[in-house]
């Protein structure tokens, strides 16, 4: 068989296989990768999760071992829809279903929402594996540039505008508000107030990725678009920033009429999230250790996030621009217009041992090729200040030769 | 919002909540539910399961509670691959994916290989869950009626000459050629090898779906159609059956072409398994926990066939029939025809305090009405008795009434 024969279309609008071949990448241990986002894996309050994952095995351990409900099981969704709730959106459990991650939320919204050909609005640049599943399902997906304050509103309105007049209408507009993945900006409450009522007046719904919200350094949080609209706004959040990812945990805060839908949906995507993983992230929520976790994760990030940006002061060339991020993990580096990223990211892995995300990667038609993404939370301080040395020498060098 | 007006056209080809209904049932104590497809929750090992997740987090926690490789951690792949190849067919660990689950692995393998109206063969009855995978990405199901020995091989033989003479063929055909859930039947060696040559002369593929295979009771097992024909087949398997369901783990086997765009696929449904899942699951392999593990289960679901083999040959009318399973989870009645088993669960439940899974879950065309799903493996050996009697006393009433 050659399987190629037997490929669906989809197949070939997802083969981008960029952040894999930067995975692969950044697993060899001489690389300094700036690419993949991952947590720091020294945060990890490593005893007392032994101590939780002892205690649940002990004390729930029959049914932690079996089929859980497909909306996830009750004390959980409870525990989701408290921490949905002090983030700002009112909710009910029977608001929740968990998620494997918080991909598989958007799987399972793009799967009960969009067929090929329906519109789909994201910022550009956005997160790349939203745009891989968005793609996936056929989406025509609109792109709205960000500026230093996320999502362009005129923009935005200009489109929904155009979209009306040839009667059309956008399935949803999905955005990152809070440090944004990859641009590292935040959306202030002003223009979030603008977005929750343009997609009122265009009929259009909203999916809200919150996954890093609750990583602010500084300054005040402004309302989530959730807590804005709550019956408008799809909220999909994550376990991974705010404890780990390795236990696959997420959850979907929206209208029950949607839930439900979704929860029929996930039958036919994992049947159910981990049971043995919900029950011990219920309990870490109820034992306070979510929250610990979050701060850990909070105080090294910012202070990684100061390592980089000092570095990037020190060492980049004056035409290299950057957006200070509050919160998150990202840092993004706009480079003159005629580096294309992409096309140099082999050449910097294996002269300067360094590894980043090319822009065209977060970007629907894959421009942006002069910016590149780049996470400062998972390697030490040291490499980040290396890492930084090394490509502000390579790019430098690029620059000098053209010019 | 009124969300159903977003709603993709996939969502009412699955609109059917069936399961969810029972499962609802089910968990009410009270009940006898026979409809689940549940292990016995006593069977699990929970003192080694502690033991070893002490382990895996004091030597790999930090790796444990990271992203892991999108394809499944290394060492948890080669375990699968040993354990592939220990079923019969010689799998390196670049052939295998690790999913969230057997169903995720259908879900992926649907992702990529059905495009709206693609044909896809299927028992008759067969599994619900992929049947809704399959109606989600809205395939034309074409379904191959049952015998004792599984899917009768002149009717497929038929439908595949009649696609050809129109000019289609089917992507895959989708099997569970050992103790098939629902109706416990496994197909013999001569018919496997004539399944395997029909899908090559055909010009089709076959996704093998392995779930029960090694919960065998009695008897010898025939090849698995993957050892049979390995490039051609897929076959995708669980650890819910073999250790316990509550990880979420399974795995698909299958060429390394496909594999690779399996592992792109699986980007946008939820990036990883779980890590400290895949650690666990791998050490259990390794120090022998999952053959022992699987031991108990079936000496525990051998006892409990037979309980309920007996209670059937005590209660049952003499218009009733089932195929004794030399495996698996599942014994299926058939009942007079004019008997419709979805329209009596409301009143089985209220009235008798016993559930089953209607026939018509299990069927492309919702036929098959007058038959039903009974699980073996969930209930207490008393339990078993009680619902068969319950059960049998409900269904001779209503026999007893029409004629």
Redesign the interface.
């Known amino acids: 068989?050659?399987?190629?024969d037997?490929?669906?279309?989809?197949?070939s609008a997802?083969?981008d296989?960029d952040?894999?071949k930067i995975?692969k990448l950044s697993?060899q241990p001489e690389i300094i990768s700036l690419a993949?986002g991952?947590?720091d894996?020294?945060i990890?309050l490593?005893d007392e999760?032994?101590m939780a994952?002892?205690e649940i095995?002990?004390s729930n351990?029959?049914?932690?071992?079996?089929?859980?409900?497909?909306a996830g099981i009750a004390s959980f969704r409870e525990a989701l829809a408290k921490e949905t709730t002090r983030m700002g959106r009112q909710t009910d459990a029977d608001e929740v279903i968990v998620t494997?991650?918080g991909?598989?939320g958007i799987?399972l919204i793009a799967?009960?929402?969009?067929?090929?050909g329906?519109i789909v609005i994201v910022g550009a640049p956005t997160f790349t594996?939203s745009l891989?599943?968005f793609?996936?399902?056929q989406a025509e997906i609109i792109g709205i540039p960000l500026d230093e304050n996320g999502m362009n509103t005129d923009t935005l309105a200009e489109a929904l505008e155009n979209l009306q007049k040839q009667g059309k209408r956008a399935?949803?507009i999905y955005t990152i508000p809070s440090f944004q993945n990859p641009a590292g900006v935040t959306i202030p409450e002003e223009r979030r107030r603008q977005i929750v009522a343009l997609a009122a007046d265009y009929?259009t719904?909203i999916l809200e990725d919150a996954a890093y919200r609750q990583i602010r350094f500084e300054g005040t949080a402004p309302p989530m678009l959730a807590e804005l609209d709550p019956?408008?706004v799809m909220l999909v959040n994550t376990m991974?920033k705010i404890l780990?990812?390795?236990?696959?945990l997420g959850w979907v805060a929206a209208?029950k009429?949607?839930i439900d839908?979704l929860?029929?949906?996930k039958?036919?995507?994992?049947?159910?999230?981990?049971?043995?993983?919900q029950f011990m992230a219920g309990k870490l929520f109820e034992n306070g250790l979510v929250a610990r976790q979050t701060a850990v994760a909070i105080d090294v990030y910012h202070r990684k996030r100061d390592v980089m940006l000092r570095a990037l002061e020190k060492y980049m060339p004056k035409n290299v621009s950057w957006v200070k991020p509050e919160g998150g993990f990202f840092i993004w580096l706009t480079l003159p217009e005629h580096i294309d990223t992409a096309k140099e990211l082999d050449r910097a892995v294996a002269e300067e041992g360094v590894a980043y995300v090319p822009g065209s990667a977060f970007h629907h038609d894959r421009k942006l090729q002069n910016c590149m993404r780049l996470c400062y939370t998972f390697v030490s301080d040291e490499k980040i200040e290396d890492g930084i040395a090394r490509l502000a020498k390579f790019f430098e060098n690029i620059m000098m030769r053209n010019h």
Chains 1, 2 share one sequence.
């Not at 037997?6 to 197949?11: G, H, N």
């Not at 351990?61 to 497909?70: L, S």
């Not at 799967?111 to 090929?116: A, E, F, N, Q, W």
Request: charged share 20%.
């Open positions: 068989m050659n399987w190629e037997l490929f669906a279309k989809r197949v997802t083969k296989a952040i894999l995975l697993e993949g991952m947590p894996p020294s990890y490593i999760f032994k994952a002892d095995i002990d351990g029959r049914q932690a071992f079996g089929y859980g409900a497909i494997t991650g991909i598989a799987d799967k009960v929402l969009i067929d090929p329906d594996a891989h599943v793609r996936s399902y399935k949803f009929n719904s019956e408008n991974s780990n990812p390795g236990m696959r209208s009429q949607l839908t929860v029929l949906a039958q036919g995507q994992d049947q159910c999230s981990s049971t043995i993983g």
